[in-house]
């Protein structure tokens, strides 16, 4: 099968660096704004820090896909003691809070990596993290070229599998010749 | 449409209940920018000078900086204006953190308190909601526990808090208004806030900041970014590591304390220890700080990290940042974890880390030399450590000799009498000083204490090194990059400035280039103060990101008014006159414009009115430091000129 190469970017977000500012949120519903950096308004941004400094908590995360419905089940996670709200991990732009959502319309929001940026140049919110807490890798990844297969397709391999193709061919015979009669 | 700012301030009438949203002059923009500027003249049009600080007529105003809520790091200061209770002048504390530009968010630029509230309220400002709401159950409550208590009940994580403790509650006047790692904290105005019957402040916006010029201001913006980073990769060599970098002194960064120990006063800013920082101290000392300090942070939108969190087993987290780190351990004679933990107790209770310090260890003092009697500390432990909390507790409380003591070193030796003036020996204009003793008179900083309208060193200093450079080489170095100079006189009044000989301190600066070094300081300080931009970007380290070539940039792409290098610094001067003004209607002249005596071993006299003579001279004012009306109406300030003369300040002449 022949291989294809995939651009894939991700953030890396290095907990211990942040130091809270907030400066991600401010360049981000800036350069997402219409005309470009015309206005700012952090409760517009696609990246939301988390913060609760009391429990040092400093968390930026990233605006996901849209979901329609909350989860019926939340998820608290505890890391070397320190306790993170519901949710906190999570990207979507849901029902279950206010994040991610345009304030006046309530429509979602979702990060896109600044993709208006001319090529080369990292998403905003890196740029403007000098303390490096955001820290943009791109890498390539060489991937099988699928062949996707059909539902039947899918189905009738795995008969073939457990009863031998001989066998599935006169079964398929047979049908068809009974059902014509 | 408004640029940079809201157009609008919040006036809230705590006597009778009122709220309105009531928009604003563009006019005053352009003529005080914004932030103390506009308080300034505020509190001149609205405020009569006989209003006492504890009056319902006097307002408290929270200012926000006209670049608060842009994109321009370090636009985050609120600058609080209102009558100290302590000078009985002016003050305008202020804060960094995350408040300001909340407010321009929810879509105000300034929120002014006047009248009283008959119970405790808080206010909650949500947009365009704003409720005054019962605060009963948070009476007492620390200033920290309230803004997270606050936040709970009003079940919203990302409202800003600014709250006042007991301290504030109780009118002390060095009771502070506390917000996250940030502080509003001279001159009592958390005294003023606790009078109103005002617990805290709560805001939450999620409105649009827009700029007039957005390309042109965002290419500004990375400029700055683009200096800070390498600025901090390239500190400047030969002078102590907290000046050395940007930001605030990086005081929860560096270990090495031994600048501060060795050459501020100990106790109540008498005792140099001049052999203190040994390696057994800085061993301890390190392991204190570091156990302490969870994580450095900072304020809104600014990649400095000035403040720590500071969780210490046994105690709940609090957030610190700069000197306080050291006035409590250095007024005990103790170390740095009493420090930290007694630090945790005045955050709580709301109070100011220079001042505080300070009158307890004159307390003490006083108690020593026989002038307040063992009656008077009835209950109070022996041990050192335990007496420092004890009065802590006394004085936030107004209990015993803490409600003498909770009035300041000034006020408390004037009811105390028996000869205690002579022990609160460490102010100026009634207000304390950084516990600083030295030796050689240096001309630019006696007319910073003289003169500064805020009484406070590190609200005015800045920009031009604290001391010379011993070799030429070093000096030349300097000059090199100095990018940031109003004009090339000043290198060469850096390259020319000597440890020794005739080029020395305290003739060298002369009488004329002190004046100019102080008019360049001052004039950045009142930048920033009105812009909203951190000291600690701009006017308090060496070679900062901002400064007069690149503010006006700012200003004229940020809030569409055109705007140059001399329309700026005529704007700054005019802050500064007002609010001179302001406080000469108050009473200030001449006589009070004074160093502590013992601030210096070697005085000048007649050097030192010289300098203020110059001084007085070069700022257009008459020699008892009093505006002049030529200088008032150049400054568009005919109406102050009027009032002046109707009172008889001025005479007509």
């Given at each position: 099968?022949?291989?294809?190469?995939?651009?894939?970017?991700?953030?890396?977000?290095?907990?211990?660096?942040?130091?809270?500012?907030?400066?991600?949120?401010?360049?981000?519903?800036?350069?997402?704004?219409?005309?470009?950096?015309?206005?700012?308004?952090?409760?517009?941004?696609?990246?939301?820090?988390?913060?609760?400094?009391?429990?040092?908590?400093?968390?930026?995360?990233?605006?996901?896909?849209?979901?329609?419905?909350?989860?019926?089940?939340?998820?608290?996670?505890?890391?070397?003691?320190?306790?993170?709200?519901?949710?906190?991990?999570?990207?979507?732009?849901?029902?279950?809070?206010?994040?991610?959502?345009?304030?006046?319309?309530?429509?979602?929001?979702?990060?896109?990596?600044?993709?208006?940026?001319?090529?080369?140049?990292?998403?905003?919110?890196?740029?403007?993290?000098?303390?490096?807490?955001?820290?943009?890798?791109?890498?390539?990844?060489?991937?099988?070229?699928?062949?996707?297969?059909?539902?039947?397709?899918?189905?009738?391999?795995?008969?073939?599998?457990?009863?031998?193709?001989?066998?599935?061919?006169?079964?398929?015979?047979?049908?068809?010749?009974?059902?014509?009669? | 449409?408004?640029?940079?700012?809201?157009?609008?301030?919040?006036?809230?009438?705590?006597?009778?209940?009122?709220?309105?949203?009531?928009?604003?002059?563009?006019?005053?923009?352009?003529?005080?920018?914004?932030?103390?500027?506009?308080?300034?003249?505020?509190?001149?049009?609205?405020?009569?000078?006989?209003?006492?600080?504890?009056?319902?007529?006097?307002?408290?105003?929270?200012?926000?900086?006209?670049?608060?809520?842009?994109?321009?790091?370090?636009?985050?200061?609120?600058?609080?204006?209102?009558?100290?209770?302590?000078?009985?002048?002016?003050?305008?504390?202020?804060?960094?953190?995350?408040?300001?530009?909340?407010?321009?968010?929810?879509?105000?630029?300034?929120?002014?308190?006047?009248?009283?509230?008959?119970?405790?309220?808080?206010?909650?400002?949500?947009?365009?909601?704003?409720?005054?709401?019962?605060?009963?159950?948070?009476?007492?409550?620390?200033?920290?526990?309230?803004?997270?208590?606050?936040?709970?009940?009003?079940?919203?994580?990302?409202?800003?808090?600014?709250?006042?403790?007991?301290?504030?509650?109780?009118?002390?006047?060095?009771?502070?208004?506390?917000?996250?790692?940030?502080?509003?904290?001279?001159?009592?105005?958390?005294?003023?806030?606790?009078?109103?019957?005002?617990?805290?402040?709560?805001?939450?916006?999620?409105?649009?900041?827009?700029?007039?010029?957005?390309?042109?201001?965002?290419?500004?913006?990375?400029?700055?970014?683009?200096?800070?980073?390498?600025?901090?990769?390239?500190?400047?060599?030969?002078?102590?590591?907290?000046?050395?970098?940007?930001?605030?002194?990086?005081?929860?960064?560096?270990?090495?304390?031994?600048?501060?120990?060795?050459?501020?006063?100990?106790?109540?800013?008498?005792?140099?220890?001049?052999?203190?920082?040994?390696?057994?101290?800085?061993?301890?000392?390190?392991?204190?700080?570091?156990?302490?300090?969870?994580?450095?942070?900072?304020?809104?939108?600014?990649?400095?990290?000035?403040?720590?969190?500071?969780?210490?087993?046994?105690?709940?987290?609090?957030?610190?940042?700069?000197?306080?780190?050291?006035?409590?351990?250095?007024?005990?004679?103790?170390?740095?974890?009493?420090?930290?933990?007694?630090?945790?107790?005045?955050?709580?209770?709301?109070?100011?880390?220079?001042?505080?310090?300070?009158?307890?260890?004159?307390?003490?003092?006083?108690?020593?030399?026989?002038?307040?009697?063992?009656?008077?500390?009835?209950?109070?432990?022996?041990?050192?450590?335990?007496?420092?909390?004890?009065?802590?507790?006394?004085?936030?409380?107004?209990?015993?000799?803490?409600?003498?003591?909770?009035?300041?070193?000034?006020?408390?030796?004037?009811?105390?009498?028996?000869?205690?003036?002579?022990?609160?020996?460490?102010?100026?204009?009634?207000?304390?000083?950084?516990?600083?003793?030295?030796?050689?008179?240096?001309?630019?900083?006696?007319?910073?204490?003289?003169?500064?309208?805020?009484?406070?060193?590190?609200?005015?200093?800045?920009?031009?090194?604290?001391?010379?450079?011993?070799?030429?080489?070093?000096?030349?170095?300097?000059?090199?990059?100095?990018?940031?100079?109003?004009?090339?006189?000043?290198?060469?009044?850096?390259?020319?400035?000597?440890?020794?000989?005739?080029?020395?301190?305290?003739?060298?600066?002369?009488?004329?280039?002190?004046?100019?070094?102080?008019?360049?300081?001052?004039?950045?300080?009142?930048?920033?103060?009105?812009?909203?931009?951190?000291?600690?970007?701009?006017?308090?380290?060496?070679?900062?990101?901002?400064?007069?070539?690149?503010?006006?940039?700012?200003?004229?792409?940020?809030?569409?008014?055109?705007?140059?290098?001399?329309?700026?610094?005529?704007?700054?001067?005019?802050?500064?006159?007002?609010?001179?003004?302001?406080?000469?209607?108050?009473?200030?002249?001449?006589?009070?414009?004074?160093?502590?005596?013992?601030?210096w071993r070697k005085r000048f006299p007649e050097l030192e009115e010289k300098l203020l003579d110059a001084y007085y001279k070069f700022k257009g004012w008459n020699n008892d430091g009093i505006p002049t009306k030529e200088t008032l109406h150049e400054l568009d300030l005919d109406y102050v000129a009027e009032d002046l003369e109707q009172r008889g300040i001025m005479k007509n002449e």
């Open positions: 099968m022949s291989k294809v190469k995939k651009k894939i970017k991700s953030i890396k977000i290095d907990l211990d660096k942040c130091n809270g500012c907030r400066a991600c949120e401010v360049v981000c519903s800036a350069f997402h704004a219409n005309p470009k950096y015309s206005s700012n308004n952090p409760a517009r941004s696609r990246i939301r820090l988390i913060r609760d400094p009391i429990r040092d908590v400093y968390l930026p995360v990233y605006a996901g896909e849209y979901a329609k419905a909350e989860c019926m089940g939340r998820d608290k996670y505890v890391i070397d003691g320190k306790e993170y709200g519901e949710c906190s991990f999570c990207r979507a732009s849901c029902p279950s809070r206010d994040a991610f959502k345009e304030p006046d319309s309530g429509l979602p929001l979702k990060c896109d990596m600044c993709e208006d940026l001319p090529t080369g140049e990292k998403p905003l919110c890196v740029q403007w993290c000098i303390n490096d807490a955001l820290i943009c890798e791109e890498r390539e990844e060489e991937v099988e070229e699928e062949v996707k297969l059909e539902d039947v397709e899918t189905g009738l391999e795995s008969m073939v599998d457990k009863y031998g193709l001989q066998k599935i061919m006169d079964t398929v015979a047979r049908m068809s010749m009974s059902k014509k009669g | 449409m408004r640029y940079a700012e809201t157009g609008f301030n919040l006036e809230i009438d705590l006597s009778r209940g009122n709220i309105e949203r009531v928009e604003t002059d563009p006019k005053l923009t352009e003529l005080h920018l914004g932030g103390l500027g506009t308080n300034a003249k505020i509190l001149w049009d609205r405020v009569p000078p006989e209003t006492e600080p504890f009056s319902p007529d006097n307002l408290l105003i929270f200012g926000t900086g006209l670049l608060c809520g842009t994109p321009a790091p370090g636009a985050n200061r609120t600058i609080v204006t209102t009558y100290s209770p302590q000078t009985l002048l002016m003050a305008y504390s202020m804060m960094g953190g995350f408040w300001a530009p909340e407010l321009k968010y929810a879509g105000y630029d300034k929120v002014i308190i006047r009248g009283k509230s008959a119970k405790l309220v808080y206010l909650w400002i949500n947009n365009d909601k704003v409720e005054i709401r019962d605060a009963a159950h948070l009476q007492g409550k620390g200033a920290v526990e309230t803004q997270e208590l606050i936040r709970q009940e009003l079940n919203e994580p990302n409202a800003q808090v600014a709250a006042i403790g007991l301290a504030g509650e109780n009118r002390v006047y060095t009771a502070s208004i506390e917000h996250g790692r940030s502080s509003a904290s001279r001159l009592g105005i958390g005294a003023v806030m606790g009078d109103k019957g005002i617990k805290a402040i709560a805001v939450r916006g999620t409105k649009d900041i827009y700029l007039s010029r957005p390309d042109e201001y965002l290419k500004l913006c990375n400029e700055v970014l683009k200096y800070i980073k390498a600025r901090e990769e390239k500190p400047v060599p030969g002078v102590m590591p907290i000046l050395a970098g940007l930001g605030s002194p990086q005081e929860m960064k560096h270990i090495d304390e031994k600048w501060h120990t060795e050459n501020f006063s100990w106790g109540n800013s008498r005792t140099r220890r001049k052999e203190f920082w040994t390696k057994e101290v800085e061993e301890k000392w390190r392991e204190t700080q570091l156990n302490a300090r969870t994580r450095l942070i900072s304020c809104y939108n600014c990649p400095m990290k000035c403040g720590a969190i500071i969780s210490l087993p046994g105690m709940s987290t609090y957030m610190m940042k700069c000197f306080s780190k050291l006035t409590y351990a250095m007024a005990a004679f103790s170390d740095l974890d009493f420090g930290f933990r007694i630090a945790q107790r005045a955050a709580e209770y709301g109070v100011d880390g220079f001042s505080t310090p300070q009158i307890m260890a004159f307390g003490f003092e006083l108690k020593e030399a026989g002038i307040l009697t063992d009656q008077d500390f009835a209950g109070c432990p022996s041990d050192n450590e335990g007496k420092f909390y004890w009065l802590l507790d006394r004085i936030v409380r107004r209990e015993g000799i803490g409600d003498v003591l909770a009035n300041g070193t000034h006020w408390a030796a004037q009811q105390i009498g028996k000869g205690a003036e002579a022990y609160a020996h460490n102010n100026i204009k009634k207000h304390e000083q950084l516990p600083l003793k030295l030796g050689m008179l240096n001309p630019i900083y006696f007319l910073m204490y003289c003169t500064g309208e805020k009484i406070n060193i590190t609200q005015i200093e800045g920009q031009f090194p604290q001391a010379p450079f011993p070799t030429m080489e070093e000096r030349e170095d300097f000059v090199k990059d100095w990018i940031h100079v109003p004009d090339e006189k000043f290198k060469q009044y850096l390259l020319d400035w000597e440890m020794r000989g005739e080029h020395s301190n305290p003739y060298y600066p002369t009488v004329d280039m002190s004046v100019d070094i102080v008019d360049w300081q001052e004039r950045m300080h009142y930048i920033d103060d009105a812009l909203g931009i951190c000291a600690g970007l701009s006017s308090f380290p060496l070679k900062p990101p901002y400064h007069i070539h690149n503010y006006p940039h700012f200003i004229s792409s940020g809030v569409g008014i055109d705007m140059d290098e001399a329309k700026l610094t005529k704007a700054a001067k005019r802050n500064r006159t007002l609010i001179r003004a302001v406080n000469v209607r108050r009473g200030l002249r001449r006589a009070d414009e004074k160093p502590p005596e013992d601030h």
